[in-house]
């Protein structure tokens, strides 16, 4: 019950988040809604984890900003709660 065969979520150093359905043809940018605006386009993403014991869920570092994480396979992402202030 890990993510769909079709389904890639990629982490990049200059444009954040994208999600791909279609094992790769088409690519949609993700995480843009919370990410503050002036970086969400070149907010550097460090990596992304996927949650053995949970695999819908995803985690990512993004720099200066903090950990976000995903519960729906990288659609919708949001700040993980209680982490220590980046500022």
Do not use: C, H, M
Not at 12 to 31: C, E, H, L, M, P
Not at 35 to 42: F, G, I, N, R
Request: proline residues 8%; negative net charge; without cysteine.
């Amino acid at each position: 019950a890990g993510l769909a065969d079709d389904l890639y979520v990629l982490g990049t150093t200059q444009k954040g988040i994208w999600r791909s359905t279609d094992g790769g043809f088409d690519w949609n940018r993700v995480a843009e809604d919370i990410l503050p605006q002036s970086v969400s386009v070149s907010v550097p993403i460090n990596g992304i984890v996927q949650d053995p014991q949970t695999p819908t869920q995803l985690v990512a570092t993004a720099s200066n900003f903090g950990l976000i994480r995903s519960l729906d396979q990288g659609a919708t992402w949001a700040p993980v709660p209680d982490q220590p202030s980046i500022n």
